[in-house]
């Protein structure tokens, strides 16, 4: 290569996906160190989850996952001047409280595939699945009383957002079963069950620099935004992703009659189609291929999906807001901002 | 009354039941204060599992077990010459994680009854179990962090506590698959599953008023001990115990071809008896009542009962062992002996 190429400017996603991997490469060890400290029967399942390791024990190239949440941690810690080690244990607590959640939440539902391999409970079965979720559960929760000192403020912090994520499951069980479903109560579960994690990542990551808390609590609704938008660029690609890209079969959410917050936002709006989509989703026979083609449009026809995709740019906006009210230079804040973009406008 | 009137000493039974009811007394003020925090739709289902409130959330007499590991951690405050107060979050925390393992062991086990009541998973739905027990697994983490200030030793002995649950329950699941289960391997999961908790609760009664490291180690050992007696009279109970007073059927173990310690100890003995109890466990049929009735004859013929009985008394005088070695006056030493004696005295 030549000292005159033309280098083109980074990508917002090339941007992105380097400081995910970055944050990967500083979180991985020290997850992998926590994991080791397990028992010898639960050891080998949680790397098994983590992508570490096949069934039969052997290790495989990782595939753990975007780490999203560690990458978060990781930047709001270098926005702050920061140096990203001393927020390690909270990227690796987030990252062990959203396995936990996973692990537990595929036993409740039921579900089969993860990160495009069996899930633990149906390979491990339900015992092991729920003990290794809270082994997890319970080792985040000591990452702040390690050798490092006490910083207590994490640790509630980070019990707070489980509280949240426990809430969120909760309420997403209990409005599966009901007929009628507001879209407040729709985008309270959004924000307890992802928003709350990622607030919570980038509080931790602030914090655990030494940011005032001002500072920190910015962060953390820069983190709520971006996971608000992170929910509902799910919800839309659970509708209208591409198979190919996110490995998930097409309209699976309208398959699975998931009240999910398009579909909410689209039975909601009195528009032309909602009556018809009220109607197929009490349909009491499972949703057949045509039904759920014909759904995906009803949900377009009736608003929901312009509904949903301008919360997504409200969200981003507000996120980039919180950025641009800390006061940040370029620098520090160009990697948070590719992480906003790459959140908003993934297609997996 | 008159101020004559000869009172008869105070039975150690009598004393441990008092002492008993005494921490319950202190320490479910906080527990109360904890589950309130909770979110709408998981409080009620922590308060039926505490036997607070019944399904419909009536308030209830309350029925919520004996809460001897509350009682260890204030008479172990107590006994170090501290103000109890002090050690009520300790008591709360292993309350807490003692009612978190009770709720995810019953989905594992499926067991359909708890504290004579429908379990949690039975009544409201594994998934609520399993949040229930989350959320408790997640507050008792963040006791030591409230207003009192970071005790960041206490989580961690906490967290070291919750992770030899989580393994021995993995074991325990594991050796009931197995046809053949060391006596070593057995008792290891009752360290773990029993043990390793009580041991904690002692450890956080001493540590919390400010014992020594050293002299919180020892009350941890005397727990350890105690946790082991209490295990073993369990086993003992689940074969002989009368049904009257355990509220469990007679010979349960028995019926469900569990291999607790008395049985493990009878299969390993070499003696008549042994061979013909293997028989029968290795019966593919479930077990008869006659076949029950015949095992027990043969778990004491086999000397199977004998052995567990002087491990109790072992275990008993290693834990009076550890409170002789810490030197304490007669009324020091006193309640912590008798709930000692109850642990390895008790019919239920």
Not at 150 to 159: M, S, V, Y
Request: proline share 4%.
């Amino acid at each position: 290569m030549h000292a005159d190429t033309v280098q083109p400017l980074e990508s917002s996603v090339d941007l992105a996906h380097r400081n995910a991997s970055r944050a990967a490469g500083l979180v991985t060890p020290a997850l992998r160190a926590t994991v080791d400290t397990f028992d010898n029967r639960i050891r080998p399942i949680v790397a098994y989850h983590f992508g570490w390791m096949d069934t039969s024990g052997r290790p495989t190239a990782n595939s753990g996952g975007k780490m999203i949440r560690a990458a978060l941690t990781i930047l709001a810690a270098e926005a702050c001047g920061g140096d990203a080690r001393q927020a390690v244990p909270g990227a690796a607590a987030v990252e062990l409280v959203h396995n936990f959640s996973l692990l537990h939440d595929d036993v409740m539902d039921r579900d089969l595939e993860r990160r495009g391999r069996p899930t633990v409970w149906s390979k491990f079965g339900t015992p092991a699945a729920i003990l290794a979720g809270d082994i997890l559960l319970a080792r985040a929760c000591g990452m702040f009383d390690e050798a490092s000192g006490h910083q207590g403020w994490a640790t509630k912090a980070l019990i707070d957002a489980i509280a949240e994520l426990a809430a969120g499951q909760m309420a997403d069980l209990a409005l599966e079963r009901r007929a009628t479903v507001t879209l407040e109560e729709a985008l309270t579960v959004s924000e307890q069950k992802t928003a709350a994690l990622l607030r919570c990542a980038c509080t931790l990551g602030a914090g655990l620099v030494g940011a005032p808390d001002g500072t920190s609590r910015r962060f953390g609704a820069f983190g709520m935004h971006l996971g608000m938008a992170f929910q509902l660029v799910d919800d839309v690609l659970g509708i209208w992703g591409d198979p190919a890209v996110t490995g998930k079969p097409v309209r699976s959410d309208l398959h699975n009659k998931k009240k999910s917050i398009p579909v909410v936002a689209a039975l909601h709006s009195g528009r032309p189609g909602s009556a018809e989509l009220a109607a197929l989703y009490a349909d009491t026979d499972p949703m057949t291929e045509d039904g759920a083609r014909r759904a995906a449009e009803l949900v377009e026809l009736a608003g929901g999906r312009a509904w949903t995709e301008s919360e997504i740019e409200r969200h981003r906006g507000l996120a980039v807001a919180q950025l641009d009210a800390l006061g940040l230079t370029e620098a520090q804040r160009a990697p948070l901002l590719a992480l906003a973009d790459y959140v908003a406008f993934r297609k997996h």
